[in-house]
């Protein structure tokens, strides 16, 4: 009984040669196959990889609190998004939370807006805030909570300038700030945080 085999030559005499070039056509088509295959990985792997780094450098990044600059709203060590991509379709309002370039040792911090352009901030000797004459409404603070100028002077007025925003950390007693360093620029404003 013959057995028929593809790739195999049968080499009994009078039985019809399959030959080696048919072998090396299917070596060589077995070959870029898996070349192919190799190709078509390396190039989902390369889109995925750039994808990635698209969406961590300009979408959503993942941001982790280092300090108590804002307690009680976001925890020390506490790990957040930050979406960066929300600033390209709105201008940053009052109340965000946004990580910026710190204009003091230029790392990142971690800092909730209070005013925007054009805004004026007055700080009083009573620990007060007030944004254009308004006293301002921190629902996010606990009650009694004091906010005083710099430890330079007793009470301070601040107004913001062109694409300027003034922030401050939830911790009033414990953050560097606006009222160090004054309205920071929007360009350093890098995305929007969320809790």
Same mark, same amino acid.
């Given at each position: 009984?013959?057995?028929?085999?593809?790739?195999?030559?049968?080499?009994?005499?009078?039985?019809?040669?399959? $030959?080696?070039?048919?072998?090396?056509?299917?070596?060589? $088509?077995? $070959?870029?196959?898996?070349?192919?295959?190799?190709?078509?990985?390396?190039?989902?792997?390369?889109?995925?990889?750039?994808? =990635?780094?698209?969406?961590?450098?300009?979408?959503?990044?993942?941001?982790?609190?280092?300090?108590?600059?804002?307690?009680?709203?976001?925890?020390?060590?506490?790990?957040?998004?930050?979406?960066?991509?929300?600033?390209?379709?709105?201008?940053?309002?009052?109340?965000?939370?946004?990580?910026?370039?710190?204009?003091?040792?230029?790392?990142?911090?971690?800092?909730?807006?209070?005013?925007?352009?054009?805004?004026?901030?007055?700080?009083?000797?009573?620990?007060?805030? =007030?944004?254009?004459?308004?006293?301002?409404?921190?629902?996010?603070?606990?009650?009694?909570?004091?906010? =005083?100028?710099?430890?330079?002077?007793?009470?301070?007025?601040?107004?913001?300038?062109?694409?300027?925003? =003034?922030?401050?950390?939830?911790?009033?007693?414990?953050?560097?700030?606006?009222?160090?360093?004054?309205?920071?620029?929007?360009?350093?404003?890098?995305?929007?945080?969320?809790?």
């Amino acid at each position: 009984m013959d057995l028929e085999v593809t790739g195999i030559t049968d080499t009994r005499a009078g039985a019809p040669s399959a $030959g080696k070039p048919g072998l090396r056509r299917d070596y060589l $088509g077995l $070959g870029r196959s898996i070349l192919q295959q190799f190709l078509s990985c390396m190039l989902v792997a390369a889109i995925a990889y750039g994808c =990635f780094q698209f969406i961590s450098h300009y979408v959503l990044q993942s941001v982790q609190v280092v300090g108590g600059s804002m307690a009680p709203t976001l925890h020390d060590s506490g790990r957040y998004v930050l979406n960066r991509w929300v600033y390209h379709l709105r201008e940053p309002q009052p109340k965000d939370i946004v990580v910026l370039r710190d204009p003091e040792d230029n790392c990142y911090a971690v800092k909730r807006i209070v005013a925007q352009q054009g805004d004026r901030v007055y700080v009083n000797k009573a620990g007060q805030i =007030f944004v254009n004459g308004k006293l301002l409404n921190e629902p996010y603070l606990p009650p009694g909570t004091m906010t =005083f100028a710099s430890a330079r002077v007793r009470e301070q007025l601040w107004i913001c300038g062109t694409n300027r925003y =003034f922030v401050l950390g939830d911790n009033r007693n414990n953050s560097a700030d606006s009222r160090i360093y004054g309205a920071v620029l929007r360009q350093d404003i890098l995305g929007l945080v969320l809790p």
